[in-house]
């Protein structure tokens, strides 16, 4: 099982952006599939989208469609999650998650089982 | 899209069994997991595809999945079991997305 290692906590203004990582230390992006979840404080998870660095592959939740970008930098093993246009309502905990597939050839359906979790990386929106 | 109901809550006494359910449209064809997430922590997987459970996860744990409703089971529930419970599939209709429960919190 592999260990993600988040950013940390953010403070933005409405209307900025603001870029989570997202560390697989000791791993290839290729044996990884990355989801980003957030969760609201007292409400329940809510999904943001998926990414597959091996084979470029993005999944994006309707909701988050042209203000979410998720990207990789394979040399450190990180992936990012950049939401824009930051409102009110995005103060949240943003967590990613993954499930490790060793011959980096699973389906994407394989990694829809979310088995190693960041721990969360808060993001605050005040003016 | 697809959507996932779970019950709010759920109140068991300590050392009974406590059933979480999710009813989604046919999800008996769908592989459901479900992640324990107790206050001010990740979430943690503990039933996937159906009926697995990772490793570490305690026996008793279990999940079945049928017709409208997928279950989870917790048997001889201790005070640690105390969190919010969420199911999940991957829903490959249209946009491919992941669809979460809303969630059941379990009070014991």
């Known amino acids: 099982q592999v260990q993600l290692e988040q950013s940390g906590a953010e403070v933005k203004r409405p209307g900025a952006s603001v870029k989570v990582s997202c560390k697989v230390p000791g791993h290839s992006l290729s044996t990884v599939s990355m989801h980003w979840v957030r969760q609201v404080p007292g409400k329940g998870l809510e999904w943001m989208g998926l990414h597959n660095p091996r084979h470029g592959e993005r999944y994006y939740a309707q909701k988050f469609l042209g203000r979410l970008t998720m990207s990789e930098d394979t040399s450190t093993s990180t992936t990012y999650m950049e939401l824009r246009n930051l409102r009110f309502d995005d103060t949240a905990v943003y967590y990613c998650?993954?499930?490790?597939?060793?011959?980096?050839?699973?389906?994407?359906?394989?990694?829809?089982?979310?088995?190693?979790w960041g721990k969360g990386a808060t993001v605050t929106v005040s003016s | 899209s697809y959507v996932l109901s779970q019950s709010p809550s759920v109140s068991v006494a300590p050392g009974q069994t406590a059933m979480i359910t999710c009813r989604g449209d046919n999800i008996g064809s769908r592989s459901v997991h479900w992640y324990q997430q107790r206050p001010g922590q990740a979430p943690m997987l503990v039933v996937y595809e159906d009926t697995n459970r990772p490793s570490g996860i305690p026996e008793r744990f279990s999940g079945s999945n049928s017709a409208n409703t997928a279950s989870l089971t917790i048997t001889r529930v201790t005070a640690g079991d105390e969190a919010d419970y969420y199911c999940?599939?991957?829903?490959?209709?249209?946009?491919?997305?992941?669809?979460f429960g809303g969630g059941t919190k379990l009070t014991v």
């Open positions: 999940q599939v991957w829903d490959s209709s249209g946009d491919s997305s992941v669809v």
């Open positions: 998650a993954t499930r490790y597939c060793s011959s980096g050839s699973c389906p994407i359906s394989y990694y829809s089982a979310m088995d190693a």
